[in-house]
């Protein structure tokens, strides 16, 4: 009952705040493939290059995010953007890249060799085999790996308000504040929402995608 | 048509040669087997042919051309390529499969749909059935079915065949072996085809060559390697009843005795009644003038009779094929329990016989050597 009240209260606040969660999101997560499928794929073929890029990716991983958005406010402040959306976008990005790595690394590798082997002795270029073989035969598991990164990354977002570049976190830490329930419910409940929604967009994006030659019958 | 010139081929870091020295050359139109114990260098060797294994020193040539001098993506196209496991790809129907070199030779649409057509109806699948199925769809037979004509896509001079029927149940695998024969006969190409088991070699091959650890040891036909062996390795690898082998391989034509004694319908019973007392025969075939088969007389009822031969002759149910091997002719033998069968062409026109003597001595040749031949042995115990 609290909750409906408070959303019928400021529901135009609740719907800017959305907006800008997944702004943030958005262009981060955007990013994070453009970089991170490429960088699964060139490490694929650079045995030396897969063990120190998943170790880096590793180790941010492991950095706690607060401390990883906080980090950004030093680093990025030499370019003028220590606070703001911008500082928040670098941290999702990063974040975002160990599980599209990783998946994507592990998707290539795991083409069964036999098949690589037909279509090379078929007379395949290195990039025929890549595009027509390899990648859309390892396209679920990448996906898989986007997301999870997609869904962490929404969830991580909150913590972006810390530094100031708004989203539904700012619900959250203010509710905390003030010690206003119905302030954190809302936020919290608003970031799974988004979380599910997104998720369910992707798996139906993922079964267009993905051959039916590949689904498990 | 494919020829090996002092190939070897030593991988970095080893000392031993995977391929030594290996030179031998495969006729156009034909099937070579490569066959050999596992570790032999067989998948080694066909594989340095479109160069997914680069060769260390020789050289292998088609119609002439090195392959190390050719462009290795045009070479690779030029060859059909069919491997182990089949290696079709998953995410592809049946005729985006089929349809992968033609593309990648950028064939107009029609005419790779209606090569795809063609193929699949080469192979007995309905096109309107199987073109838009994924392997995961189809059983091992169809799926194996679909790499072959694959690699047949672009209609290949040359095809690579590493163990295509490896995965497939023994029943299955001899249906695709005598279909692949029957295609060979129409397309004639010719193929390198790896195998770790000497009865498909011996069955595929026009040539096979054996090898043992990396070099090449006899090169010959399966006849020849049946019956002359070069070493005890070849004589163990074909196994113990290559004798047996050999049966499957000769054909009733080779081994029948022709021009059996026979007498014609019309002729007078007595006088053929008299010929077969003189030459102790019980019984006689006869046939009619174009030499025709109609049966068999005795020679209990013929004697004494007055008249023609055609009255008293009886039919003969069994016979065989010319080109029927021996294998069969034998099993027919044991089954129907009778001493000679008679083989006839498909007009039924008398060719000759087949008896168990003419057959094993057929047999016998395999063995050449001690233990082939112990000369008369009599019945007359100790001497």
Excluded at chain 1, 40 to 55: D, H, M, Q, R, T
Excluded at chain 2, 343 to 353: E, Q
């Amino acid at each position: 009952m609290e909750i409906w009240h408070f959303i019928t209260q400021n529901w135009r606040e609740l719907i800017t705040l959305f907006g800008e969660h997944a702004y943030i999101v958005g262009i981060a997560i955007i990013i994070a493939i453009f970089t991170g499928v490429p960088i699964g794929i060139w490490i694929s073929f650079n045995k030396k290059a897969a063990e120190i890029v998943l170790y880096i990716a590793g180790i941010i991983m492991t950095v706690p995010s607060i401390a990883l958005f906080g980090i950004m406010i030093p680093v990025l402040s030499i370019f003028g953007h220590g606070i703001g959306s911008v500082p928040a976008v670098v941290a999702l990005v990063l974040y975002a890249q160990l599980p599209i790595i990783r998946n994507t690394y592990a998707a290539i590798k795991n083409v069964n060799p036999n098949i690589i082997d037909a279509g090379v002795g078929m007379g395949m270029t290195r990039s025929q085999v890549l595009l027509k073989v390899q990648l859309p035969m390892a396209l679920s598991i990448i996906f898989a790996g986007v997301r999870v990164a997609v869904v962490m990354s929404i969830g991580i977002g909150a913590i972006a308000a810390y530094i100031g570049a708004g989203g539904l976190g700012h619900y959250i830490f203010m509710g905390i504040n003030q010690t206003y329930d119905a302030m954190i419910k809302v936020g919290a409940i608003s970031v799974a929402i988004m979380a599910i929604g997104v998720d369910y967009i992707f798996g139906l994006i993922e079964n267009r995608l993905v051959s039916k030659g590949l689904r498990l019958s | 048509m494919i020829t090996f010139e002092r190939v070897s081929k030593i991988y970095p870091g080893t000392n031993i040669p995977a391929i030594d020295n290996v030179r031998f050359e495969v006729p156009e139109g034909e099937i070579c087997v490569i066959i050999g114990p596992s570790g032999c260098g067989k998948t080694t060797l066909m594989r340095m042919i479109n160069r997914l294994i680069p060769i260390t020193s020789g050289v292998i040539s088609i119609k002439g051309q090195n392959v190390s001098e050719m462009d290795v993506i045009k070479l690779r196209r030029s060859i059909g390529y069919a491997i182990q496991q089949i290696g079709l790809f998953p995410h592809m129907t049946v005729y985006d499969n089929i349809a992968t070199v033609p593309r990648l030779l950028k064939w107009d649409k029609q005419r790779i749909a209606a090569r795809v057509d063609e193929l699949l109806s080469l192979v007995g699948l309905e096109p309107d059935i199987f073109r838009f199925r994924y392997p995961r769809e189809l059983s091992g037979g169809q799926a194996q079915r679909i790499g072959v004509v694959r690699a047949l896509a672009t209609d290949p001079p040359v095809m690579l065949m590493d163990e295509p029927f490896g995965a497939i149940d023994p029943i299955n695998r001899e249906v695709l072996q005598d279909e692949f024969l029957r295609i060979q006969e129409k397309v004639k190409k010719t193929i390198i085809f790896v195998t770790h088991d000497i009865h498909e070699a011996i069955k595929m091959g026009d040539k096979i060559a054996l090898l043992e650890t990396g070099r090449l040891v006899q090169y010959d036909t399966p006849e020849g390697l049946l019956v002359n062996p070069k070493n005890r390795f070849v004589k163990d690898f074909v196994g113990a009843d290559r004798a047996l082998k050999r049966l499957d391989l000769l054909k009733v034509k080779d081994a029948m005795m022709q021009n059996p004694v026979h007498c014609h319908m019309e002729d007078d019973a007595e006088v053929v009644s008299q010929h077969m007392l003189e030459n102790e025969l019980t019984f006689l075939l006869v046939a009619d003038q174009n030499e025709k088969l109609h049966g068999y007389v005795n020679h209990y009822e013929l004697k004494g009779h007055h008249g023609k031969v055609k009255d008293l002759v009886r039919p003969m149910t069994i016979t065989v094929k010319p080109e029927q091997n021996l294998k069969d002719a034998l099993s027919k033998m044991l089954s129907y329990d009778i001493g000679i069968v008679v083989v006839v062409d498909d007009d039924g026109k008398l060719l000759g016989v087949l008896n168990t003597r003419t057959l094993l001595s057929v047999v016998g040749e395999t063995y050449d050597e001690r233990g082939g031949v112990w000369g008369k042995i009599t019945s007359r115990g100790r001497i």
